[in-house]
């Protein structure tokens, strides 16, 4: 990452000059920058005039660290609470375990194919830097513009709100939980992990590791019970002869089924988002990555396995949460454990989400295609502190809607689309680029089989739900606007480069960040 330069003059006479001279460098003729210190083009900051340290988005993210984003924010509250829906697809134990296994090997797959885009292009920002890379400007800002506006906020926000209706199902154990008070919990939340991840990487990451191991510790309990229960002998549904009555054979519900379950192994490629801040991210991130997935995997298809020696199919698909029920026929009194457990699970996936997101807005803003105080930093705490403020206030947004559910329905397929243009774009750069350094190369027929099988992801989203995918092309579409007045529009009027200039360095001075040098 290039340097940033810390503004550290003590006089308010010499900032507004250098202010001066930036405005007038930014507003010069033509809207061009002009060089005034010899060095090749490009605006240079009023903070790179005075003080001559460097100040960094520092590599902090250890191994242990990585694997504890990856875990972490795979398992939120998908594994507690989809099962339903995979059952319902499914029809039967056996063809849910099945399922369960498929989507674990499917995402180590793709997350080996990230393993080596991550380290040929060892920009942070995951698919929205690799389809900048491969397909240009326009198709990443397109990504980018989704994801800020769609996916990201929405997404954390509503694994918060499950946070918040678990952690306070035990205050009210006879009656739902109030809305309004689980949409308050939820915001707390986010405010809370907006603030450790703006105090200090570490304590991010450090929160990061503790909730991934408290999720490990209460699904390896549930575990524990169904092996009790496998002991005791009396799961007819599990035996060969049983398992696989009721199977559904249809293509489109083994499609559903797919996406149900690949829904709780969200988060693997979300290490690639910050590769930059990593610790020999060309050895650790892939072995991050192949550690952490058949972890997951393994966990996912016993965890499953157990709810199974307790609970029918029917009566997994008819259940709200299946982790509830499931600790309300063993736990007793003790039951309660369960909702806490499901809650610090949702806790630990918004902060892995909210680190990961600000990253690729910071990148975003770096490749200038959003806002530029999105890429300063504080030059004391080392965070992205105007990213994360971001991306914090377009979660709260998100407390406002009532039908936030059909929102994400829209963009399923889009998710998938993005991931095979990423691998798609690994093979072309094999092919154009052989000269790329790269530390770790998998197998073609991986990326093959995988884009093969996003493909047939694509395919069925489109078929079973044709209406949502259309208003998800709808409001894709309507990032090209955007991107044509706001990023390849290059000779905006002076008023407009003056306004925008000031607005910048106003928050600039009040969040006290600095630039990154070009």
Same mark, same amino acid.
């Given at each position: 990452? /290039?340097?940033?330069?810390?503004?550290?003059?003590?006089?308010?006479?010499?900032?507004?000059?250098?202010?001066?001279?930036?405005?007038?460098?930014?507003?010069?003729?033509?809207?061009?920058?002009?060089?005034?210190?010899? /060095?090749?083009?490009?605006?240079?900051?009023?903070?790179?005039?005075?003080?001559?340290?460097?100040?960094?988005?520092? +590599?902090?993210?250890?191994?242990?660290?990585?694997?504890?984003? $990856?875990?972490?924010?795979?398992?939120?509250?998908?594994?507690?609470?989809?099962?339903?829906?995979?059952?319902?697809?499914?029809?039967?134990?056996?063809?849910?375990?099945?399922?369960?296994?498929?989507?674990?090997?499917?995402?180590?797959?793709?997350?080996?194919?990230?393993?080596?885009?991550?380290?040929?292009?060892?920009?942070?920002?995951?698919?929205?830097?690799?389809?900048?890379? =491969? @397909?240009?400007?326009?198709? #990443?800002?397109?990504?980018?513009?989704?994801?800020?506006?769609?996916?990201?906020? /929405?997404?954390?926000?509503?694994?918060?709100?499950?946070?918040?209706?678990?952690?306070?199902?035990?205050?009210?154990?006879?009656?739902?939980?109030?809305?309004?008070?689980?949409?308050?919990?939820?915001?707390?939340?986010?405010?809370?992990?907006?603030?450790?991840?703006?105090?200090?990487?570490?304590?991010?990451?450090?929160?990061?590791?503790?909730?991934?191991?408290? +999720?490990?510790?209460?699904?390896?309990?549930?575990?524990?019970?169904?092996?009790?229960? $496998?002991?005791?002998?009396?799961?007819?549904?599990?035996?060969?002869?049983?398992?696989?009555?009721?199977?559904?054979?249809?293509?489109?519900?083994?499609?559903?089924?797919?996406?149900?379950?690949?829904?709780?192994?969200?988060?693997?490629?979300?290490?690639?988002?910050?590769?930059?801040?990593?610790?020999?991210?060309?050895?650790?991130?892939?072995?991050?990555?192949?550690?952490?997935?058949?972890?997951?995997?393994?966990?996912?298809?016993?965890?499953?396995?157990?709810?199974?020696?307790?609970?029918?199919?029917?009566?997994?698909?008819?259940?709200?949460?299946?982790? =509830?029920?499931?600790?309300? @026929?063993?736990?007793?009194?003790?039951?309660?454990?369960?909702?806490?457990?499901?809650?610090?699970?949702?806790?630990?996936?918004?902060?892995?989400?909210?680190?990961?997101?600000?990253?690729?807005?910071?990148?975003?803003?770096?490749?200038?295609?959003?806002?530029?105080?999105?890429?300063?930093?504080?030059?004391?705490?080392?965070?992205?502190?105007?990213?994360?403020?971001?991306?914090?206030?377009?979660?709260?947004? @998100?407390?406002?809607?009532?039908?936030?559910?059909?929102?994400?329905?829209?963009?399923?397929?889009?998710?998938?689309?993005? $991931? #095979?243009?990423?691998?798609?774009?690994?093979?072309?750069?094999?092919?154009?680029?052989?000269?790329?350094?790269?530390?770790?190369?998998?197998?073609?027929?991986?990326?093959?089989?995988?884009?093969?099988?996003?493909?047939?992801?694509? =395919?069925?989203? $489109?078929?079973?739900?044709?209406?949502?995918?259309?208003?998800?092309?709808?409001?894709?579409?309507?990032?090209?606007?955007?991107?044509?007045?706001?990023?390849?529009?290059?000779?905006?009027?002076?008023?407009?480069?003056?306004?925008?200039?000031?607005?910048?360095?106003?928050?600039?001075?009040?969040?006290?960040?600095?630039?990154?040098?070009?």
């Amino acid at each position: 990452m /290039s340097g940033l330069k810390k503004r550290n003059s003590n006089s308010s006479t010499s900032r507004d000059e250098e202010d001066k001279q930036v405005t007038e460098r930014m507003l010069g003729e033509n809207g061009e920058s002009k060089r005034t210190d010899g /060095s090749p083009g490009g605006i240079k900051d009023a903070s790179s005039v005075a003080g001559e340290e460097t100040v960094v988005l520092q +590599k902090t993210i250890t191994l242990i660290n990585g694997i504890g984003i $990856i875990v972490g924010t795979i398992i939120g509250s998908g594994i507690f609470v989809t099962p339903a829906g995979v059952a319902k697809e499914a029809g039967s134990p056996g063809a849910s375990l099945i399922v369960w296994a498929v989507c674990g090997v499917f995402s180590t797959v793709g997350a080996l194919c990230y393993a080596e885009l991550g380290t040929t292009i060892t920009k942070s920002g995951g698919d929205y830097a690799y389809i900048y890379e =491969v @397909y240009g400007s326009l198709p #990443a800002f397109l990504k980018l513009w989704i994801e800020l506006l769609i996916i990201r906020p /929405s997404s954390q926000y509503i694994v918060a709100f499950v946070f918040a209706t678990y952690i306070l199902k035990p205050i009210f154990p006879d009656c739902p939980v109030p809305v309004e008070g689980a949409k308050l919990v939820a915001c707390l939340c986010i405010l809370l992990l907006t603030a450790i991840n703006c105090y200090s990487v570490k304590a991010a990451t450090r929160v990061q590791d503790l909730f991934a191991a408290a +999720k490990l510790l209460a699904l390896g309990m549930i575990i524990l019970i169904g092996f009790v229960q $496998i002991g005791k002998g009396d799961v007819d549904s599990l035996l060969p002869e049983n398992s696989f009555q009721g199977t559904n054979t249809d293509a489109g519900n083994l499609g559903l089924a797919l996406y149900s379950g690949l829904f709780a192994y969200g988060g693997w490629n979300y290490l690639n988002f910050v590769t930059e801040e990593m610790i020999d991210a060309h050895k650790n991130l892939p072995r991050a990555i192949i550690i952490s997935l058949p972890i997951v995997t393994s966990v996912y298809v016993l965890t499953n396995l157990a709810y199974f020696t307790t609970l029918s199919n029917e009566e997994m698909f008819n259940s709200d949460a299946v982790a =509830v029920d499931f600790g309300n @026929y063993h736990l007793g009194p003790m039951a309660w454990i369960i909702p806490v457990f499901v809650g610090l699970s949702c806790f630990g996936s918004v902060n892995g989400s909210l680190f990961t997101s600000s990253r690729l807005f910071f990148v975003g803003s770096r490749e200038g295609h959003l806002p530029s105080l999105l890429s300063m930093i504080h030059p004391s705490l080392l965070t992205p502190l105007p990213s994360l403020i971001f991306t914090c206030l377009m979660t709260l947004l @998100y407390a406002f809607s009532n039908n936030i559910y059909s929102v994400i329905n829209f963009f399923s397929f889009f998710n998938w689309l993005c $991931i #095979a243009l990423a691998i798609i774009g690994m093979m072309w750069l094999r092919y154009k680029k052989p000269e790329l350094e790269r530390p770790i190369k998998v197998n073609l027929l991986l990326p093959i089989t995988f884009i093969a099988a996003c493909v047939f992801l694509i =395919v069925v989203s $489109i078929w079973q739900t044709p209406k949502e995918c259309g208003i998800g092309f709808g409001i894709i579409a309507t990032g090209v606007p955007v991107y044509f007045i706001g990023v390849y529009w290059q000779q905006k009027p002076k008023w407009l480069l003056q306004a925008i200039f000031s607005s910048t360095v106003l928050c600039q001075k009040m969040l006290q960040v600095v630039p990154q040098e070009s």
